[in-house]
């Protein structure tokens, strides 16, 4: 019963250096989105997919990139981290069928701590 | 975009004492949804709304979802220790994308 799962978990970076945050969920959940959050802010939109190579931006979309070439998984890529970006990341699925009562639950993988230093 | 307030900022309670924590919007949510962190962990969802009006409880947690589909409440009834975290609200309009408040963080004291 995986679920959602990101990886890694901690990392470490220096200002400069590509790093990219993996996401996969075993649901087939047909949205997966990337969070980050930061002290003092809630989950704030990064990016957002409602199905295999469709993406979209959200509410902070500068400095990443993220492809969905496969429905199980949204890596997250950092292209030239800097220290602004430091944050805890967070991946997270949903199935949308207006029909469900559960259809629009989103569901949170445990998180990647990124320091770039 | 659609911003949420989410009040209060931090609570801090005694053991055993009710606690009412809420959401507004200046726009209209279809769904409210509810969700506890704990440290280190991500967001599990405590409960979800799906129709203006609706009242649903999970054990000692009761939400509603406002009749003007503008708001939110969670009450947590006769707190203990494990209940200490972050709580998010969130509000959907349509398919997909969420906006969540800032979290209120409760402390509970023994």
């Known amino acids: 019963d995986a679920g959602i799962t990101q990886s890694p978990r901690y990392k470490i970076t220096e200002t400069g250096r590509q790093v990219t945050l993996m996401c996969h969920q075993t649901w087939s959940h047909s949205y997966m989105f990337w969070y980050r959050q930061d002290l003092g802010h809630g989950l704030r939109l990064i990016y957002y997919?409602?199905?295999?190579?469709?993406?979209d931006k959200g509410e902070v979309p500068d400095g990443y990139v993220v492809s969905r070439s496969k429905t199980e998984n949204f890596p997250l890529t950092l292209e030239s981290a800097t220290r602004s970006q430091t944050s805890v990341y967070f991946c997270a699925s949903s199935e949308t069928r207006p029909s469900s009562a559960l259809g629009n639950t989103i569901y949170f993988g445990e998180g990647s701590w990124l320091t770039v230093v | 975009g659609q911003q949420l307030n989410q009040s209060p900022q931090s609570m801090f309670i005694q053991e055993g004492e009710d606690v009412s924590m809420n959401c507004t919007s200046s726009?209209?949510?279809?769904?409210w949804l509810w969700y506890k962190q704990d440290p280190g962990e991500g967001p599990v969802l405590l409960i979800a709304l799906y129709k203006a009006g609706e009242l649903t409880s999970n054990g000692r947690l009761t939400a509603q979802f406002g009749i003007t589909r503008k708001d939110s409440f969670l009450n947590i009834s006769a707190s203990i220790p494990s209940d200490v975290g972050i709580y998010f609200c969130?509000?959907?309009?349509?398919?997909?994308?969420?906006?969540f408040g800032d979290g209120t963080t409760l402390t509970v004291k023994p």
């Open positions: 726009s209209i949510f279809n769904t």
């Open positions: 997919s409602a199905a295999a190579d469709i993406t």
């Open positions: 969130a509000g959907q309009l349509g398919a997909g994308k969420s906006t």
